[in-house]
């Protein structure tokens, strides 16, 4: 079992920045992939950024040159630094993790993110 807690959520002016945090707990021999999604209220959940195990990143068109997505191997940690926020960045900002041997994806509960104008 893999438990994902988000942390690092709250109100921001556009413009502002955030730094959010994926700490993942737990047996597992390895995590492959994290990743980072959002879903804005009315919307479908859509991905932010992923990061493999030796941190290959792939971004949204949305957020490529504000965001930037990065993991601590031995904490077992995913990061998403959050810049040039925008109104349209508010959602809900959940992790993911794919583990070696296990077909299950875990999911974290998810963080608020508000970008006011």
């Known amino acids: 079992q893999v438990q994902l807690v988000e942390s690092g959520g709250g109100v921001v002016q556009a413009g502002g920045s955030l730094r959010l945090s994926c700490a993942a707990t737990?047996?597992?021999?390895?995590?492959?992939?994290m990743g980072w999604y959002r879903q804005a209220p009315g919307k479908q959940r859509e991905l932010v950024a992923t990061v493999t195990s030796d941190g290959s990143t792939i971004y949204a068109d949305s957020v490529k040159g504000r965001f930037t997505a990065s993991r601590d191997n031995v904490k077992n940690t995913l990061y998403l630094q959050m810049n040039s926020l925008k109104p349209e960045d508010t959602a809900v900002y959940s992790c993911?993790?794919?583990?070696?041997?296990?077909?299950?994806?875990?999911w974290g509960q998810g963080t608020q993110v508000t970008v006011s104008s």
């Open positions: 993911n993790a794919k583990v070696s041997f296990v077909t299950r994806i875990y």
């Open positions: 737990g047996t597992f021999s390895r995590i492959n992939v």
